[in-house]
């Protein structure tokens, strides 16, 4: 692959992180695949470069996703990193959120990448070679309060990677889960972020501060999304890439505390869960 110029496929390329994906990839010499639902949108945030091929993706409609692909090894012949980065963000107590929030919810931030996935994968596997990059979240990792729908969605994303990485190996095929904290992005602007609508008295103060925590938030997260991007151009260069790359501080603090949680939960039970099996086993 050294004379060849990798070939990098990202949704959600028409705002936050999507963007400085493409920036970084391009800075190093790679050419790209932006895609996104509007495509004048993503032409007017990254402009016309040679290396960059603009095509119309709404990552929840799978016919979508087969052409994307289509046109991608028409231009460029192959490729060689997917970047699952396309999502939003539905926010609320599960008893406020409908299933209709939900199933939204899941649509785009499980089943999208689900779609995408599935129309590379042939292109990959021919070639007995190719990096899948699912943007999850801490969210993926722990559950929070206010967050059942999107947590849910990350969770399920999480999974499917893990098992995904399972199906491939064998092909040649690498999968990295990352597992970014805040990051001052465009997710919390309101055309990514859905709050649920306050119905239920028992929720109403933590629902009035969660609101205004969201809000107060946007614009003012750690992490800054051109050092993420640089970051992950650096894990996709690597011979053996991480399957799970925690990116920021807070994901890190948040990762240890789950992970010692955990230890502490089995602990706890270890000899009630070990005293199971059949006596004869």
């Not at 990798?6 to 050419?31: D, H, N, P, S």
């Not at 016309?48 to 603009?54: F, G, K, S």
């Not at 992005?185 to 629902?207: H, K």
């Not at 992950?232 to 399957?243: D, K, M, N, R, Y």
Request: hydrophobic share 40%.
């Amino acid at each position: 692959m050294t004379n060849i110029k990798k070939v990098w496929f990202i949704t959600g390329a028409g705002r936050g992180m999507g963007i400085e994906f493409v920036k970084a990839a391009l800075a190093t010499g790679y050419q790209v695949v932006a895609t996104g639902r509007s495509t004048d949108r993503v032409a007017k945030v990254l402009g016309d470069d040679e290396n960059l091929l603009i095509v119309k993706l709404d990552v929840t409609d799978s016919t979508d996703a087969e052409a994307a692909v289509k046109s991608a090894v028409d231009r460029f012949g192959r490729i060689d990193v997917l970047v699952n980065n396309a999502g939003n963000f539905y926010g609320g107590f599960f008893e406020e959120l409908t299933s209709q929030q939900i199933e939204r919810q899941i649509n785009t931030n499980l089943y999208g990448p689900m779609n995408v996935t599935r129309a590379v994968l042939p292109v990959m596997r021919k070639a007995r070679s190719g990096h899948i990059i699912s943007i999850s979240s801490l969210a993926g990792l722990a559950g929070f309060e206010y967050n059942a729908a999107y947590c849910t969605s990350k969770f399920g994303l999480e999974g499917f990677m893990e098992s995904l990485h399972q199906d491939v190996a064998p092909y040649g095929i690498k999968t990295t889960i990352v597992e970014p904290g805040f990051f001052r992005t465009e997710l919390l602007e309101p055309e990514s972020t859905f709050l649920a609508e306050p119905s239920i008295d028992d929720y109403a103060e933590r629902n009035a501060q969660y609101q205004a925590f969201w809000k107060e938030k946007n614009g003012k997260q750690e992490g800054d999304p051109v050092k993420l991007a640089k970051a992950l151009i650096t894990i996709a260069s690597q011979e053996e890439p991480p399957t799970r790359w925690i990116a920021g501080a807070d994901a890190i603090a948040g990762a240890e505390r789950k992970v010692a949680e955990l230890q502490q939960q089995i602990n706890a039970y270890r000899d009630l869960s070990t005293s199971l099996d059949y006596e004869d086993a």
